[in-house]
């Protein structure tokens, strides 16, 4: 089967310019004819559609509380574990680079793609066939999300877990930044040093890789 058609049967959308979901695919690497601009789309479009549906759900708790549950929702982490149960790696197009260096695993990667995918699902249909498309993505999350969930993120989640023990807290250290001002890329790692235990994370901001390093670490404590 043709990966493009795989791909929009995953989806449950095929595409009437099927030029535009190759873009979506495209990373930065191979050329200025890119996903870049689809991401920024995609992303406001699927903010705006999970507010929507966490008002919907959710009409008695407040603001602060659909914030929280928005930005768990629309994070990087969420966006890349999305984006496995489509293997959506299979389908990324990238600069040799970006291969050689094993892009096609990187979450953050993963996560920009699919929030490109969104974008240029809506520039091809309309914002009612990318609800579609986004629910049907997120129905288990969706069902499992609830008011009374802990939110705190994994830097808090993290700490807790550590000083309820009486363990060292961790040390986060920014290794390297890459790309332009406007798209760098922050790598960063975590250690625990009374447990001898480290990860490395990057991401387009330094604080979602700090996030995703707290969550990795989280994951092994808890093994």
């Known amino acids: 089967m043709d990966l493009m058609i795989k791909l929009q049967k995953s989806l449950d959308y095929e595409f009437n310019d099927v030029a535009l979901l190759k873009r979506a695919l495209t990373h930065r690497s191979v050329s200025s004819n890119n996903n870049e601009r ?6 406001s479009v699927l903010g705006s559609i999970i507010s929507r549906e966490l008002f919907q759900r959710f009409p008695k708790i407040d603001e602060g509380q659909l914030s929280r549950l928005r930005s768990h929702l629309v994070r990087g982490q969420t966006l890349a574990k999305l984006a496995k149960t489509i293997d959506l ?4 197009i990238l600069g040799q680079g970006e291969l050689k260096s094993g892009g096609f695993r990187r979450d953050s990667i993963q996560a920009d793609t699919l929030e490109a995918i969104l974008g240029a699902i809506f520039i091809d249909s309309d914002y009612l066939t990318t609800n579609h498309v986004v629910l049907m993505l997120y129905k288990s999350l969706l069902d499992e999300t609830s008011p009374g969930d802990s939110l705190k993120d994994f830097k808090t989640q993290l700490q807790e877990f550590l000083q309820k023990r009486g363990l060292i807290l961790p040390n986060y250290e ?3 930044t890459t790309g332009q001002d406007h798209n760098a890329v922050f790598y960063v790692r975590c250690t625990l040093g009374g447990e001898n235990l480290s990860v490395e994370k990057n991401a387009k901001s330094i604080k979602r890789a700090e996030q995703a390093c707290a969550e990795s670490l989280l994951e092994k404590l808890k093994q």
């Open 89 to 92: 790696s299979d389908f990324l």
């Open 38 to 43: 689809l991401e920024f789309l995609g992303d």
């Open 174 to 176: 920014l290794l390297k």
